[in-house]
């Protein structure tokens, strides 16, 4: 099976301060990870990805991730916060693995965090 | 390029009235997921597809049924509203090795009165 633990589900930062968004993942297999925003009344758009190549990421709008074995982690950094950075994050697993009748042909979703970004 | 499209965008119903929501992609996606999301609850899977022609419950079926029309279609449907439906819900897709996440859509945002 694999599930997402998201760490704070409400993180404030002000203006112009790193962001740190914490994300604990749990996999019997190989793990594809996801970074996900979704701004007010929109969809889920997708900021980066973890598929077994480097496991330091960079995405969109300056975010960057860092994929941790050791610690299951895959937390989403951004050196600067912007007040457009304002949003609903979430971290998401899944994997290439089809293990008959599991989960693992999923993508299975964190319960979100919610960046408010202060002037 | 539309991507991957949802309707209607918004939809109030009566407890017991039915409804079907449609979502089509352009994408070639195999795979297509419906999911729901709950303020707290994240997104929950209700049903997926992994490809044409086959569908497959996810977390939290009951009360929904779903049709995979051909590649580009998969619907939801709810056959009888309850108050407990009210919810956004995402329709989204995926190659079948989820290598590049899911593409989603805008959502429908439905109350059940």
């Known amino acids: 099976a694999q599930s997402v633990t998201q760490l704070g589900s409400h993180v404030s930062v002000s203006e112009g301060a790193l962001v740190l968004l914490r994300c604990n993942y749990s996999?019997?297999?190989?793990?594809?990870l996801f970074w996900y925003v979704q701004y007010p009344n929109q969809g889920l758009q997708l900021l980066l990805k973890y598929t077994s190549a480097a496991t330091l990421v960079k995405g969109i709008n300056g975010f960057e991730a860092e994929f941790k074995k050791s610690e299951t982690s895959f937390h989403l950094t951004k050196p600067s916060a912007h007040m457009s950075d304002a949003a609903e994050y979430f971290c998401a697993v899944t994997s290439s693995l089809n293990a008959g009748g599991t989960s693992y042909g999923k993508l299975t979703f964190g319960q979100g965090t919610i960046l408010t970004v202060h002037p | 390029n539309a991507g991957v499209t949802q309707t209607p965008k918004f939809q109030v119903l009566k407890t017991g009235q039915s409804m079907t929501l449609q979502c089509a992609q352009d994408m070639n996606h195999n795979s297509m997921y419906w999911y729901r999301q709950d303020p707290g609850m994240g997104l929950r899977l209700i049903y997926y597809s992994a490809s044409e022609g086959t569908t497959d419950k996810g977390e939290v079926p009951n009360g929904y049924n779903v049709s995979r029309l051909n590649k580009r279609e998969f619907s939801l449907r709810l056959e009888s509203a309850a108050p407990s439906q009210t919810s956004v819900y995402f329709c989204?897709?995926?190659?079948?090795?989820?290598?590049?996440?899911?593409?989603f859509g805008s959502g429908t945002r439905l109350t059940v009165v």
């Open positions: 996999s019997s297999v190989p793990p594809y």
């Open positions: 989204a897709t995926s190659t079948s090795d989820r290598r590049n996440g899911y593409t």
